[in-house]
């Protein structure tokens, strides 16, 4: 965990420069759509006076001055598969919104989706000796939580201190200076395949750009399409990606649980270009123009051509109901709402004081989508657009934006995570210098 | 369309559809615009480069004698031309309100002979040099259109003559100089004061003249004493001494006095205001002979002293 512990590190301490210098680049990199918006981030709050935009939630000390999103290429169930691909894709898009912004980007914060993401809630507990709780031994009970073994090759992507008590007053925010004999804490951490990471960052340092963070697109896209009363009582965002479906669950302004399902409309489109029979760029067309899930009376009557350019006429001139095209999305789309529904279940989410579902992610703007997510997921759903930040194209605020939006909050206000305190004395086994200075800063 | 189609199998050029190009940047353009982000670089481009560019060509080419001076003469040829165009010759110079004998002077200090080009006179200079005759109070110098040279001039006003060590001068009412005068009779209207630093004081030698209306036939002149109080001389040697300050009042009350008493007609030989609570009078020697006699007392000679042979006999 120590060397775990100085990567983030180091990557926080990039990440802080970039914010110093003012402009920071947001890299989402899905599997149907990769996005960049180029945020310039001033500390001092000068933004706030000159618009009109009041105080969003304290989301204001950004702005987006160039953003862009193209194709993405290389990408296959939220991972890299192809990297040349892949960088091309990167190229494009940061290129592009270079263009818009008119400076360069040197550091990119980037989400990651695949990676097989895996859930685990941490609890530790250290006796005080001072009876107080100090800084170090905030850091000592996360240090003490006890970690599992999150099998080969995997790396902590989040390790958010979600909950402390002291004694038995628990469901503390901040424990410092509490007084008490025992401290606990709770921390979800989120492991994710280190290869995938390795990929993304080797895609990202290939196109001279260096990583200054790195977060899960599930959690991005929740911070960004639901608010803040809904981060609080308890909400699951299932976010309709075009390789996977991410499902993460927040309580308390803290995710607890995050999971992806590799289902997503990737898969809907491929079962349209089989069912129909039609190119994947046909069957990506009828699925956004004319797809849905409810089908009615009048969809039965309304056809739609089906051309192709095979040059056989009775190919190229076809006619397909739109109760068709919807026949054949609905049972893929029950599919991906069971999966998110077992995830949750998995998560018991049903025991959570609030039910409430927000959809997001591009999938989540198939027409009534809701009314079945409500038959299948539970009756609080609703569609949710990405929190409304400072400077984005209008066309850019639709729901498939969600994770980048969020990478942005993200970037500008981070939550704790367990490498942003000091690391316990203890800890440090080969640096006794510096180890004794802990030991001085701490007792003197 | 071709004339002839050719309608065997397997000869004929299907169109293919066009190979759309990546819309990748390739890694070297992508390199490139990155750099050409970078503010300093893209500064050095667009300032630094060119300005550069421009001083290194303009340099080089300057670097020669002979270029520098054919750019040199080119310069002063064009400029030369413009400034010897006829809008700008000046033909004539017109002076009003100025004497001849001031004309004559304005005239010789034109630098340049008419017509000339109005780049070549330079009023304000030339105004400065004729601001330095003693006559000209001021003058208007302006370039009028037509190609005249006009002059304005306001002459100073003789005022006053001054007597001093070295001659008389006429000044004009601020104490400035006019002119100089060979003898007091050349200008018998003015007039005349005399003294060390009276010059400074005119307006105040001009106010006693004006106070001293009654007896102004009889006054000679006004003398400067100490340069700091006027003596006021009549004729027959009779003089007033007036005070430093409050010398108008004090004028006018000796004028009243001698309304009153005829008091200048008697033999006084000067009247001392010098301080104004207590005039004191000097009598001739006659006067006061006269009064010796009566007293009985020796009678006194011209100098002032007893006379030896008018023992005290009464």
């Known amino acids: ?444 | 369309m071709p004339v002839v189609i050719d309608h065997r199998p397997g000869k004929q050029v299907t169109p293919q559809p066009r190979q759309r190009r990546d819309p990748a940047p390739s890694r070297l353009q992508y390199r490139l615009e990155r750099m050409w982000l970078t503010p300093l670089y893209r500064r050095f481009v667009r300032v630094g480069a060119p300005a550069f560019v421009l001083a290194m060509v303009g340099g080089l080419w300057l670097a020669d004698e002979d270029r520098r001076a054919l750019l040199r003469d080119g310069v002063n040829s064009v400029v030369t031309q413009v400034q010897s165009r006829e809008e700008f010759q000046v033909h004539t110079m017109a002076i009003e309100g100025a004497s001849p004998v001031v004309e004559t002077a304005l005239r010789a200090m034109l630098p340049v002979d008419l017509p000339a080009s109005s780049f070549d006179i330079d009023l304000a200079a030339l105004r400065l040099q004729v601001m330095q005759l003693d006559a000209v109070e001021t003058i208007d110098l302006r370039i009028k259109p037509g190609g005249i040279l006009s002059a304005e001039v306001v002459e100073r006003e003789p005022a006053i003559l001054w007597r001093h060590s070295r001659g008389i001068e006429i000044l004009d009412r601020s104490g400035h100089r006019v002119a100089s005068v060979t003898s007091r009779e050349v200008r018998p209207e003015l007039p005349l004061i005399s003294g060390e630093g009276a010059d400074l004081v005119t307006e105040e030698a001009l106010a006693l003249f004006d106070a001293a209306g009654p007896i102004l036939p009889r006054v000679r002149g006004l003398v400067r004493r100490g340069e700091r109080r006027w003596d006021l001389v009549l004729d027959f040697g009779q003089r007033i001494m007036l005070p430093e300050k409050g010398a108008v009042v004090a004028l006018e009350a000796a004028i009243a006095l001698h309304r009153a008493e005829d008091m200048l007609g008697r033999d006084i030989t000067s009247v001392d205001l010098r301080d104004p609570s207590r005039p004191v009078l000097r009598l001739g020697v006659d006067a006061r002979n006269t009064i010796r006699q009566a007293r009985g007392l020796p009678l006194l000679g011209p100098d002032g002293q007893v006379l030896p042979g008018t023992d005290n006999k009464g």
């Not at chain 1, 940061?94 to 040197?106: L, P, S, T, Y």
């Not at chain 1, 051509?305 to 068709?324: C, F, I, L, N």
């Not at chain 1, 999966?339 to 992610?361: H, K, N």
């Open chain 1, 1 to 444: 965990m120590a060397e775990l512990y100085q990567t983030q590190r180091a990557m926080r301490n990039i990440r802080r420069a970039a914010l110093q210098r003012g402009v920071v680049g947001i890299l989402d990199i899905g599997t149907s759509k990769i996005a960049c918006l180029v945020l310039r981030v001033d500390s001092n709050g000068t933004f706030r006076a000159t618009d009109g935009v009041g105080s969003m939630a304290g989301q204001v000390n950004f702005r987006v001055i160039g953003a862009a999103s193209t194709r993405s290429r290389g990408m296959r169930r939220g991972e890299i598969e192809t990297m040349a691909e892949t960088e091309r894709a990167i190229r494009t898009v940061v290129a592009a919104a270079q263009k818009v912004a008119g400076v360069r980007i040197d550091h990119v914060i980037a989400c990651l989706s695949g990676g097989r993401p895996a859930s685990y809630g941490l609890a530790g507990e250290i006796s005080l000796a001072s009876g107080q709780v100090g800084d170090h031994d905030v850091a000592a009970v996360l240090a003490a939580c006890e970690t599992p073994d999150f099998g080969r090759g995997r790396e902590v992507l989040h390790a958010q201190p979600v909950n402390f008590a002291v004694d038995n007053r628990s469901s503390l925010a901040d424990p410092r200076d509490h007084l008490g004999n025992k401290l606990f804490c709770d921390m979800h951490v989120l492991t994710v395949d280190g290869d995938v990471i390795g990929n993304l960052v080797q895609c990202i340092r290939r196109c001279d750009l260096e990583l200054a963070g790195i977060a899960s697109a599930p959690y991005a896209s929740a911070r960004a399409s639901l608010v803040e009363d809904e981060q609080e009582l308890g909400a699951a965002c299932v976010d309709f990606g075009g390789g996977g479906t991410g499902v993460s669950v927040f309580i308390k302004k803290h995710m607890i649980f995050s999971d992806h399902v590799p289902i997503g409309g990737n898969l809907i489109t491929q079962d349209i270009a089989q069912g129909l029979r039609v190119s994947l760029p046909v069957a990506e067309r009828l699925k956004t123009l004319n797809g849905g899930v409810e089908a009615t009376g009048r969809d039965d009557r309304d056809m739609i051509d089906v051309g192709s350019d095979t040059s056989e006429w009775e190919a190229d001139r076809r006619h397909v109901s739109r109760a068709d095209v919807i026949g054949i999305m609905r049972p893929r789309v029950e599919e991906i709402l069971e999966r998110a529904r077992e995830v949750l279940d998995a998560a018991g989410f049903d025991y959570m004081p609030s039910q409430q579902i927000v959809l997001t992610g591009g999938g989540s703007q198939i027409p009534g989508l809701d009314g079945l997510a409500a038959r299948i997921l539970g009756p609080n759903i609703r569609c949710g657009r990405p929190l409304r930040i400072d400077g984005l194209a209008h066309q850019l605020t639709d729901p498939s934006f969600s994770s980048a939006v969020g990478l942005a909050l993200f970037a500008a206000h981070p939550q704790d995570e367990w490498w942003d305190f000091e690391m316990p004395a203890d800890r440090y086994s080969a640096r006794s210098l510096r180890r004794a200075y802990r030991w001085f800063k701490n007792n003197w």
